[in-house]
């Protein structure tokens, strides 16, 4: 069962434009939940996790709950956000990543 | 202080081939697991370890093998290459089971 779901495969925003990538999960528990970012030619490493609720580089996400989601936002969207972003949730000793969403900001 | 350390960083192998992927880690992590990643299917877990002799089955585990002889490392067995095991594999390590992943670079395998 698909635990973690990222609807938007590709995102295109303008620079300077609010920047939202998608992320539902299933889970009937209590949610750990994580960003984690790919680079060009880089190695996958965590951005943000909800559990510590800190803004990386301009980002945020907030773990609703209700709607079971994980959205990740910015206000203002960089050329260097350009990436592919995986949503993930931890279950006891398993993580689950959604397909990803490769964000692309155009100058 | 390195890290999570794969390799090799790129492979080619014929069908019926079998291979090992080396990956290590020097944070003294418990947890370790290996993901494959394809196009449009994101990573999917292989199989993790929770600890030293401790082994379990991912989501797809059919085809590979694994064993944990010591906290550091943690090789990745492909058995008999199929072309269905072209992808890009990762390493992670973790230091308990709600902590974040630190990734390996990746080795990118094609099998022909």
């Known amino acids: 069962a698909q635990r973690v779901t990222q609807p938007e495969k590709l995102l295109s925003v303008f620079k300077g434009a609010p920047v939202e990538l998608k992320c539902n999960y299933s889970?009937?528990?209590?949610?750990?939940l994580f960003w984690y970012v790919q680079y060009s030619r880089q190695r996958l490493q965590l951005l943000l996790r909800?559990?510590s609720r800190e803004s990386i580089k301009g980002f945020t996400a907030d773990l609703n709950k209700g709607e079971t989601s994980f959205h990740l936002k910015k206000p203002f969207a960089q050329e260097e956000d350009s990436a592919m972003y995986y949503c993930?949730?931890?279950?006891?000793?398993?993580?689950?990543f959604g397909t990803g969403t490769s964000l692309t900001v155009i100058p | 202080n390195a890290g999570v350390t794969q390799t090799p960083k790129f492979q080619v192998l014929k069908t019926g081939q079998s291979m090992t992927l080396q990956c290590a880690q020097d944070?003294?992590?418990?947890?370790m697991s290996w993901y494959r990643q394809d196009p449009g299917m994101g990573l999917r877990l292989i199989h993790y370890?929770?600890?030293?002799?401790?082994?379990d089955q991912g989501e797809v585990p059919n085809g590979y093998n694994v064993s944990r002889s010591t906290t550091e490392d943690f090789p990745l067995r492909l058995l008999s290459a199929a072309p269905s095991q072209t992808s890009v594999y990762f390493c992670?390590?973790?230091?308990?089971?709600?902590?974040?992943?630190?990734f390996g670079p990746g080795t990118r395998l094609t099998v022909t």
């Open positions: 992670a390590s973790r230091r308990g089971v709600l902590y974040e992943q630190y």
């Open positions: 889970y009937s528990g209590s949610p750990e």
């Open positions: 909800h559990i």
């Open positions: 993930a949730l931890a279950t006891g000793n398993q993580f689950y």
């Open positions: 944070m003294n992590h418990e947890y």
């Open positions: 370890s929770v600890g030293a002799g401790i082994t």
